[in-house]
């Protein structure tokens, strides 16, 4: 296997829900969040990794193991957070020691993209242990590789849920991510080809036009803006 420049990370999985709230557990939105992220990173050509595809337990060992044996030059770990419900917006953690990648430089881009998204943004931060070690397992155990944990929103604050609830607004989170990462790696970012395909449900918006040029007015208005558009005659 080619070296690859990251490795996504679906946070928890199996026996570890992670958060619950809401009738969602965070570990079903974390390997949404890194098969996602897997593919997309594919699509542009980046060589990618990812610790698990499915639904399994992986207790700190293995995973940070699988981490750093892949060689990988990041790793992006996905979470969704919960505190008390009062809580809400974006939190990006990244490792007390500074590696030679500039991970809070990274750990700032992604959290900037996902609040420019309309999640709150709520900090960027690291966190040492009681020794003089990291406090979370992901940057304290995956040797060289950078770890950037991403806590994309709380998913038992009502605001933030309200949101986030919805898939669409969830891959735009995850776009936001890729963004970040493709800016900071110095990698080329595009647009998915097939953003449609890989949502469950999408929405249509009719704008009512009484004659056929006033409907392709408005339709060509919508395209400049980046919509795709289509014109339906209807008898009253
Ligand atoms: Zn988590």
């Known amino acids: 296997m080619n070296k690859p420049l990251v490795i996504w990370d679906a946070g928890h999985g199996g026996s570890d829900t992670g958060a619950h709230a809401f009738g969602t557990k965070e570990k079903d939105w974390t390997l949404e969040a890194a098969l996602y992220l897997h593919n997309r990173s ?21 995973r940070t ?7 990988a030059t990041f790793c992006i770990s996905c979470h ?12 990006t953690i990244y490792s007390i020691f500074k590696g030679s990648h500039d ?8 959290a900037y993209a996902i609040s420019n998204e309309g999640m709150d943004f709520r900090r ?25 944990i991403v806590e994309f929103g ?9 949101k986030l609830r919805f898939k669409e607004f969830r891959i735009k989170l995850y776009e936001a991510t890729l963004r ?8 080329l970012y595009q647009l998915p080809n097939s953003s449609i395909d890989v949502l469950d449900e999408y929405y249509k ?11 392709e007015k408005v339709a060509q208005e919508a395209e400049n803006k980046g919509f795709e558009t289509f014109i339906v005659k209807e008898k009253k």
């Open 42 to 62: 594919k699509e542009l050509g980046i060589p990618t990794h990812i610790v698990r595809e499915k639904d399994i337990t992986l207790e700190a060992l293995p």
């Open 65 to 71: 193991t699988i981490v750093k044996n892949s060689g």
């Open 80 to 91: 969704f957070n919960a505190f008390n419900s009062q809580a809400k917006g974006v939190e």
């Open 103 to 110: 991970s809070k430089g990274l750990a700032e881009k992604i």
């Open 124 to 148: 960027v931060f690291s966190r040492q242990g009681t020794n003089d070690f990291d406090y979370y397992y992901m940057h304290r155990m995956t040797g060289k590789v950078e770890t950037v």
């Open 154 to 162: 709380f998913i038992d604050n009502e605001g933030d849920y309200d």
């Open 180 to 187: 970040a990462f493709c800016e900071h790696t110095g990698n």
């Open 205 to 215: 918006v009719q704008i009512f036009a009484g004659s056929l040029s006033g409907a």
